[in-house]
């Protein structure tokens, strides 16, 4: 009984006898014997022996294989069991589950819920390809980028997780997922950053290498990992970034490949990619699978333009409006994949009705024009929410030189030289010191400025030496507001104005503010915005001083209507000033003083609405050897303008600085064709829809109705040649009105200097020379032709 549940390697000794020495001595001899007992102490209890050394070594084992035992029993021991249950209990997904969670379409809708197309993963639903299918070459790469063990390891790699951990600790970079592990992860749709996920991860990555092959796992992990721009998958991606099938991969291009599985959303970021791809190289020299010759004469891969592969599903779903949401919603967190993973469903603020007008407007004021230089764009948006309800870059696809079709490109999202439409943002600013539409400039023609002769388009764009600001907009004088953002406002109030009402520069959006000189005052220069920009940026004015930044989604749900964001109820803020009423007092004087441009420019507001506008025109910057009669010719023109309830640019222009004329071989205009397309657009848009008035505001600063300036004669005569009662009826106009400001225009354009500032790549502020800019023209276009 004694020996019942004997340590056979423990020796049981205790810590007072010495068992050995007790049997020695009972076999002694027993004469020399002495039975006195134990010794005892003072209160009559044994004396506790000290331990031999021997004692003691054998005490010190002991406790040593108990801790052991214990150690083996919890860390090595219960964690074997825990992960043999783990391992039958967990389930490993197949490459084929994996492409039915992944393959769902994401469904786009119009504002009024009406489907408005599909898109589906590059190439339909995902080819899968198989183990003979994919090359060493992409192999090898990838092993080299992700898990240089591969063929060897168990799912799992201890030296790999060891340092991860030490990465972890030391502040480094680098995990310790195995390509077996990240095929589970991927597959699972799994990242939580939790010991239970990343426990089974590992049981499953076991299980994986246990029931399938190296190569099976291989090819089912390139089959579904993610190489951005929408690619799921090795096969996909091949086409999305060299247009090639995956069997056609260099070594040089499956690096870059390999390179982008740790950063996919960075893939169009040159400095990343260059880096990515020069690590991968590098290492599969070091692995044995480049020769250090090849790697020696290896180049860096050249990408084919991103979406140049894409292909879209049924539906009326334009590319570039596609595009324009996914960069939307990629900012928020939500990329392609993503969205293809949950199937989601992306409402959107584009109205059916309103996009297919904005795109007749611009094809029918196109049809007939003998410039193949001249390109346009039309983009609206709702004051009311901020939504951009339609958005028209030109056409999807177009034919090069050879005839073959390829992408076009989205005019509506390109920064161009805005001419005078800037000069909104220049009154914005002005208002915001207190100053009032009445305030007085010389507004003559020929004004030296800031050293600088600036010019008006003529002498109808000139309005005397006492001009109000208000009659300054209505004829558009570049010599009053190139003074008033020079010498009073000064050009960075004028950017901040512009930033307020909606107009968005990098890295938010594409537009830049030139703020080293005062040629922000005539849209030149520096100075480029996107007809997007322009659009939701006269929108707050619409909206009385109230920012609603522009938008494309609406809201967002997955395939089970599950809600991720919903923005239908996203409130405005006062954009030009704290106080609420005072930022609707500053956009309704902004609004009163272009509100007379509209028939200045011989345009028409829609029946029964009530609205805004203002033209702008670049020239163009003549170049050596041109002929005599480019120097009359534009390169960009504008109209902007809205009612309450919709705000519209039109941009009409060349690719670049480029001499354009119009069916009649005669220089183009604000007015000449964006105007009309503006002019259509609203009123197809608008027609049968509740009537429209601004709300009237407290003019700031000095009222201009109540001003009296000496030049009042002149005044006087410049708006009596053009009576409100020939400006909603263009065809009524007076020959001799329409016979002054052609002859007018057509002056001042001959007489127009080489190396004029505004419309060219220097723009003005290079040379001293003289500054047209891109003004004037809304009182210098000639009227919209009859008929």
Request: overall charge negative; hydrophobic content about 30%; aromatic content about 8%.
């Amino acid at each position: 009984m004694d020996s019942f549940g004997h340590d056979p390697y423990d020796d049981r000794y205790d810590d007072e006898y010495d068992r050995d020495d007790t049997a020695s001595a009972q076999y002694s001899d027993e004469d020399d014997f002495e039975d006195e007992g134990p010794e005892l102490d003072e209160n009559g209890k044994p004396v506790k022996q000290p331990l031999t050394p021997k004692q003691r070594k054998k005490r010190r084992w002991k406790i040593i294989r108990r801790c052991a035992y214990a150690f083996v029993g919890l860390f090595i021991v219960l964690p074997a069991v825990a992960f043999v249950i783990t391992y039958f209990l967990v389930k490993v997904p197949s490459p084929q589950d994996v492409k039915a969670l992944q393959s769902q379409p994401i469904t786009f809708f119009y504002a009024n819920n009406q489907v408005m197309g599909r898109s589906v993963p590059p190439g339909g639903d995902r080819e899968l390809l198989q183990p003979n299918q994919i090359p060493d070459v992409v192999k090898h790469a990838v092993y080299s980028a992700e898990d240089k063990t591969f063929e060897t390891n168990s799912g799992f790699d201890i030296k790999g997780i060891l340092g991860a951990v030490y990465n972890q600790v030391t502040g480094g970079t680098g995990g310790g997922s195995t390509i077996s592990q990240q095929y589970i992860k991927k597959a699972t749709e799994n990242d939580a950053p939790t010991l239970t996920r990343k426990w089974t991860e590992l049981a499953k990555s076991f299980k994986l290498n246990n029931e399938e092959s190296k190569s099976d796992i291989i090819t089912g992990y390139l089959n579904i990992v993610y190489f951005g721009r929408g690619a799921n998958g090795v096969a996909a991606a091949a086409k999305a970034y060299f247009g090639k099938d995956v069997n056609q991969l260099s070594a040089s291009e499956s690096a870059l490949l390999a390179g982008l599985i740790q950063g996919p959303s960075r893939s169009e970021d040159p400095s990343y990619t260059q880096k990515r791809w020069s690590y991968v190289m590098d290492q599969m020299v070091a692995n044995g699978w480049l020769s250090p010759a090849d790697r020696a004469k290896a180049t860096f891969p050249t990408m084919v333009p991103k979406g140049s592969q894409s292909k879209q599903d049924a539906g009326t779903l334009d590319y570039f409006i596609q595009q324009r949401i996914l960069d939307e919603l990629e900012a928020k967190g939500y990329d392609q994949d993503k969205l293809y993973s949950t199937g989601a469903k992306i409402y959107t603020t584009i109205d059916p009705a309103a996009q297919q007008a904005a795109v007749q407007a611009v094809q029918d004021n196109m049809k007939g024009q003998t410039d193949p230089n001249i390109l346009g764009a039309l983009v609206a948006v709702d004051p009311r929410t901020g939504g951009v309800i339609a958005y028209y870059g030109g056409p999807n696809t177009v034919k090069d030189d050879s005839g073959k079709t390829q992408l076009g490109q989205d005019r509506a999202n390109q920064a161009r030289n805005p001419g005078s439409s800037m000069k909104a943002y220049d009154l914005t600013a002005f208002l915001k010191m207190g100053k009032g539409l009445g305030e007085t400039f010389d507004g003559t023609n020929n004004r030296e400025l800031g050293g600088r002769i600036v010019r008006n388009a003529g002498e109808s764009a000139s309005c005397g030496k006492e001009c109000t600001v208000k009659k300054a907009m209505e004829v558009s004088a570049n010599t009053v507001f190139y003074d008033m953002v020079l010498n009073v406002t000064k050009p960075a109030p004028v950017a901040e104005a512009a930033k307020e009402a909606g107009v968005q520069p990098a890295p938010q959006g594409k537009a830049k503010l030139g703020t080293a000189d005062a040629n922000i005052a005539l849209g030149g220069g520096a100075t480029v915005v996107t007809p997007e920009d322009m659009a939701a940026g006269y929108s707050t004015f619409a909206a009385g001083g109230i920012y609603r930044a522009q938008h494309f989604v609406s809201k967002l749900t997955n395939s089970q209507d599950e809600v991720e964001f919903d923005d239908t109820q996203a409130q405005g803020k006062p954009a030009f000033d704290p106080d609420e009423q005072k930022s609707q007092q500053i956009a309704g004087n902004v609004t009163d003083a272009l509100e007379p441009v509209i028939k200045h420019s011989n345009l028409q507001c829609p029946t029964g609405h009530e609205c805004a506008g203002k033209t702008g025109t670049q020239q163009y910057d003549p170049q050596k050897g041109d002929p005599k009669s480019y120097g009359d010719r534009n390169a960009q023109t504008w109209m902007v303008g809205y009612t309450p309830s919709v705000s519209a640019a039109v941009w009409i222009g060349g690719d670049g600085n480029k001499p354009l004329h119009d069916k009649n071989n005669q220089p183009i205009f604000g007015a000449t064709i964006a105007g009309p397309t503006w002019q259509d657009f609203m009123a197809t848009y608008l027609k049968g829809k509740p009537t429209e008035k601004f709300p009237k505001v407290q003019p700031i600063g000095k009222d201009a109705d109540t001003v009296t300036t000496t030049s009042r004669t002149s005044s006087q005569v410049t708006t009596t040649s053009t009576p409100t009662t020939t400006q909603s009826t263009p065809t009524t106009t007076s020959s001799t009105t329409t016979s002054e400001t052609t002859t007018s225009e057509t002056t001042t354009s001959r007489t127009r200097p080489t190396g004029i500032f505004g419309g060219g790549p220097g723009g003005p502020g290079e040379g001293g020379g003289p500054i047209t800019g891109g003004g004037g023209e809304a009182g210098a276009d000639p009227p919209r032709p009859t008929g």
